[in-house]
């Protein structure tokens, strides 16, 4: 399991984003769950967590990546900073020389619209 954890430094006002996964070298539903939804930032709340499935299938294949975006609702009165797009790597962790890492955090700065 991977726990991806997104801060903001915005305090007072509520906030409507999305979350979903890109493939990269990673395939979605053979080496990950895919992810896509919608999150909210409640007044003065300034983390929150989800999860990402690693799927393990006990096959040797070398590093793989996919990416995670961060849009805001089109409605919002924000934009993103500067990287609203994140790269995770999983780590073989079949044979002799098993890694895995298991989290990781992902911090976004957003800007609110005068």
């Not at 991977?2 to 903001?8: A, D, G, L, N």
């Not at 393990?56 to 609702?73: G, K, L, S």
């Amino acid at each position: 399991m991977s726990i991806v954890k997104i801060c903001h430094d915005i305090y007072g006002i509520g906030l409507f984003f999305r979350i979903e996964t890109i493939d990269g070298t990673a395939e979605a539903t053979s080496d990950y769950k895919p992810l896509k939804k919608t999150m909210v930032f409640e007044p003065k709340e300034t983390l929150l967590s989800f999860d990402i499935e690693i799927i393990d299938d006990n096959t040797w294949e070398p590093d793989e990546v996919f990416f995670i975006r961060m849009t805001i609702e089109p409605e919002q009165q924000a934009v993103l900073g500067k990287h609203p797009v994140t790269q995770v790597t999983i780590l073989n962790d079949d044979g002799i020389f098993s890694t895995f890492i298991s989290n990781f955090t992902f911090i976004l700065t957003i800007y609110f619209k005068n």
